[in-house]
């Protein structure tokens, strides 16, 4: 046996003892971080080769771990825009240099140029609504940008689509075909009539007169017209020809849309073509009567308030109510997390032993979802922490008597010269 090995072993022994009480100090400093991952020292043997009847001590190493697999305590808030990942996956977020880094600390908030920024000052990373329903890349950041949710900002959207349910009268009057509305005369007559509001591509209201006329038995006529060009305290004659006119047929059992056309195509004054959709329309022994009229597009308004739902879809709900997606936050996620390389700021670098980063939505295979009005606290338990810090304060001390004895064997050595 070896004196100095000895001294070396007991120094080891301290050495790991220490890097022990390091992560044991990190964990409790950092117990009240929002989304940090407890760190643990894991220890393993140096072992020197042995002759027979001679050992030769050797020592211990150590390696830190991080759990970062193991989810913390949801902690509910009172703040939308705080955020967190109940299950599987990691927020992508990047620094003021672009650099992409993946994260569990949900807790974001505007800053002066309407980012989404945690506590560190990093900024969350989301695919946009633009350009359409986004996708994700799955194997890289590309198409990621920072969430910005501008406040002040005025938007409107123009009325595409829409749907209009009810029915018509069997027993109403079959009009002349030179009394239709579609003919625009002062003696147009009609069986009933309706109005919609729809919405220019600036947001502009306009009002579309909506006239149903019996033509023959189960067949009508639909005819569209801009309100503007209405006659003043009548109807017709209007200024311009209707914006669009299709032609209905019932089935003569049913009372049910059979065609031609389940819906028209009307040219919105200053926007797109909304498409309206008639097919629920039904002709029954009964009076005229609307079960259902709906438009979509939107005025000119500004955000109100933001929601975030459980797949990560950003909406903006604007004065009018109305809700419009902005962005997807996606989930980033690799084969082995617990090995993330991790950096300041309570953030995770991809490495060689992590993997590569793969990139989805919530509530797809291999992902959570997205809980907005939360936070994960960490994972640390302050009591396993203090009884790990006992143990080492121990250890350490009972490698420091190896030390020491060691030490007093060998002045002790030195002592028989004399």
Do not use: C, H
């Amino acid at each position: 046996m070896s004196l100095y090995g000895m001294m070396r072993t007991g120094v080891s022994g301290m050495n790991g003892q220490a890097n022990r009480l390091s992560t044991v100090a990190d964990n409790i400093a950092n117990s009240s971080t929002n989304g940090y991952k407890r760190a643990k020292t894991e220890f393993s043997t140096l072992v020197v080769p042995s002759t027979s009847g001679s050992y030769n001590s050797g020592g211990v190493t150590t390696s830190v771990r991080n759990s970062i697999s193991t989810q913390g305590v949801l902690q509910y808030t009172t703040s939308v825009t705080d955020l967190a990942v109940e299950g599987d996956g990691f927020f992508v977020v990047q620094d003021s240099g672009g650099q992409p880094y993946l994260t569990r600390a949900g807790s974001f908030v505007l800053d002066g140029e309407g980012r989404l920024v945690n506590a560190a000052g990093f900024q969350l990373m989301g695919y946009s609504y633009a350009n359409g329903e986004p996708a994700p890349t799955a194997n890289g950041y590309a198409g990621l940008e920072p969430i910005a949710i501008t406040q002040a900002e005025l938007v409107a959207s123009p009325s595409r689509n829409g749907i209009f349910a009810g029915n018509l009268p069997l027993d109403a009057d079959i009009v002349a075909a030179a009394d239709l509305p579609s003919n625009n005369a002062a003696t147009a007559q009609y069986s009933a009539k309706t109005s919609l509001v729809a919405y220019g591509n600036r947001g502009e209201e306009a009002l579309l007169d909506v006239y149903f006329t019996k033509t023959a038995d189960d067949t009508w006529e639909v005819a569209v017209f801009d309100r503007a060009d209405a006659a003043p305290n009548t109807s017709f004659p209007y200024a311009s020809a209707p914006l669009a006119t299709q032609t209905l047929s019932f089935d003569a059992t049913t009372g049910k849309l059979t065609g031609p056309a389940t819906g028209i195509t009307i040219p919105v004054p200053g926007g797109d073509n909304l498409e309206l959709d008639l097919s629920t329309l039904t002709q029954l022994d009964s009076a005229f009567a609307v079960a259902d009229a709906k438009v979509d597009g939107t005025p000119p308004s500004g955000i109100e308030s933001v929601e975030i739902g459980t797949d990560g879809i950003v909406y903006a709900q604007y004065a009018d109510g109305s809700f419009r997606p902005l962005y997807r936050i996606p989930l980033a996620t690799v084969p082995s997390p617990d090995q993330l390389q991790v950096v300041s700021g309570n953030i995770f670098a991809e490495g060689a032993d992590s993997g590569a980063v793969r990139i989805g939505f919530a509530g797809e295979a291999g992902f959570g979802k997205v809980v907005s009005g939360a936070l994960e606290n960490s994972n640390v338990d302050i009591a396993q922490e203090l009884t790990d810090m006992i143990e080492s304060q121990r250890s350490y001390t009972a490698n420091s008597k190896v030390f020491q004895t060691g030490s007093d064997l060998m002045e002790l050595l030195v002592n028989l010269k004399r």
